[in-house]
């Protein structure tokens, strides 16, 4: 996101993974694992919004990590329908968590159900301090049922994952979504309001 992103490769079940590194001013006070949207659709670890996503993060004091998953940009390996891509978030998460830091997940479209299977499969073990899920890929992807505290964000005219899909979903958790009037999927314009609400989210976990 800026001079100072760290890029380096970690170890992945499919070979090598591309991360980025963002470090807060202070001392971190957190860990923040950015997913990106679907990589047969363009999505990137570069994507607008998860570096928009990672900047609030940064904001409040968080490290954040954001990764290429198999086959996209310098990570090794090549697109296994969303199995293949969790796995890849859990290798990330295994590299940069910190036991004395709170981990937080997040992540736009594909990466927001990544980021929900992801925190599934902690959820016994070792939880997440948070979720953030924005615009996540409810119509074609098994978006696992979240915590009640998740930040769940969507457009009102989203034109990839219809509103109505992700209300859906939320439905029988009793969950929260927070609509952002008349914007699209991919926040065009309303990038700022996003970081903002992100950054407000944080702030009073």
């Not at 380096?8 to 957190?30: H, M, S, T």
């Amino acid at each position: 996101m800026n001079s100072q992103t760290l890029r380096q490769p970690i170890p992945g079940p499919a070979g090598a993974l591309q991360c980025a590194i963002d470090e807060p001013a202070e001392a971190a006070r957190g860990v923040m694992v950015v997913c990106h949207p679907h990589p047969l659709h363009g999505g990137t670890m570069d994507n607008k919004v998860v570096q928009t996503v990672a900047r609030a993060g940064l904001q409040r004091g968080l490290r954040t990590v954001r990764f290429n998953f198999r086959g996209i940009g310098e990570s090794a390996g090549a697109w296994d329908e969303g199995r293949g891509e969790v796995d890849d978030a859990m290798a990330v998460i295994a590299a940069f968590r910190d036991a004395a830091l709170p981990l937080w997940l997040a992540g736009f479209s594909f990466g927001g159900y990544v980021a929900s299977q992801a925190a599934a499969r902690l959820a016994a073990e070792a939880p997440a301090a948070g979720l953030v899920l924005v615009g996540p890929a409810t119509r074609n992807f098994p978006v696992a049922q979240v915590p009640e505290d998740t930040l769940v964000i969507h457009g009102e005219a989203d034109d990839v994952v219809p509103l109505q899909a992700t209300l859906d979903w939320a439905r029988p958790q009793a969950l929260p979504v927070v609509v952002v009037p008349g914007v699209g999927h991919f926040f065009h314009g309303q990038l700022p309001l996003l970081k903002s609400l992100v950054a407000r989210h944080l702030a009073a976990a």
